[in-house]
């Protein structure tokens, strides 16, 4: 079955700073990538994700991610953070099967505090 | 304006009582979610539906039941068997599972907040 780790459990950070956020995944094969956001008091939204292609994807707000096959990594970067990215961020991991598509497998997602 | 409604907010229930969870999505997706968030636990899946009138077990069903009469509406109720039911619910819904062109993108509702005391 798949797995999904997300080492980092809190990250504190100050504005301006450059944000990498780790996520590993467990599976060998063809697999859909994900990275969610929830904002303080809001529902959880789709930051990026990646299917196919070019391995370094770019989501809203300014956030990449670069998905790294040989290292089964997909970590999350932004070169200049705001206060406004206070969040929690979740990795996600679709696994694709000829037996059909394990279900999407969630890390257990990093806090991220951006101190002004 | 198309997205996922989850009612209510906040809701509270007395210990061995059953209660259930709407989530409405006028989305036309043919699949739905339903997942439990703990802090420093991520999201579990509880139950998953690919289809009308058919639905299976996630990782944590156990104490969870779900119906999936109409392609619009996927209720949870959280029986008293479940052990720990205080946490946050969220629905979600795809417009499949296929891999392929992003058609297993998961969009979320709001959430529920269960307390049972």
């Known amino acids: 079955a798949q797995s999904v780790s997300q080492h980092n459990h809190h990250v504190i950070l100050s504005e301006a700073a450059s944000l990498e956020l780790g996520c590993n995944y467990s599976y060998g094969g063809t697999v859909n990538l994900f990275w969610y956001v929830q904002y303080p008091g809001q529902h959880l939204q789709l930051l990026l994700k990646?299917?196919?292609?070019?391995?370094l994807v770019k989501g809203i707000k300014g956030f990449e991610a670069e998905f790294i096959k040989s290292k089964f990594s997909f970590n999350l970067r932004k070169p200049s953070v705001q206060w406004s990215d206070t969040a929690e961020y979740f990795c996600a991991v679709n696994a694709l099967t000829v037996f059909g598509n394990e279900k999407l497998t969630f890390g257990t997602g990093t806090r991220l505090t951006i101190i002004p | 304006d198309g997205g996922i409604t989850q009612s209510p907010k906040y809701l509270f229930r007395k210990e061995g009582q059953n209660v259930t969870l709407s989530c409405e999505q006028n989305l036309n997706h043919d699949a739905m979610y339903w997942y439990r968030q703990d802090p420093g636990q991520g999201l579990r899946l509880i139950y998953y539906?690919?289809?009308?009138?058919?639905?299976q077990k996630g990782d944590i069903a156990e104490g969870y039941s779900v119906s999936r009469e109409k392609k619009e509406s996927f209720p949870l109720t959280v029986t008293s068997a479940q052990k720990n039911p205080t946490a946050f619910y969220l629905c979600?819904?795809?417009?499949?599972?296929?891999?392929?062109?992003?058609?297993?993108?998961?969009?979320f509702g709001p959430g529920t907040r269960l307390t049972v005391t």
């Open positions: 979600a819904s795809s417009k499949g599972v296929s891999g392929l062109a992003g058609f297993n993108e998961q969009y």
């Open positions: 990646y299917f196919s292609g070019d391995p």
């Open positions: 539906s690919q289809i009308v009138n058919d639905f």
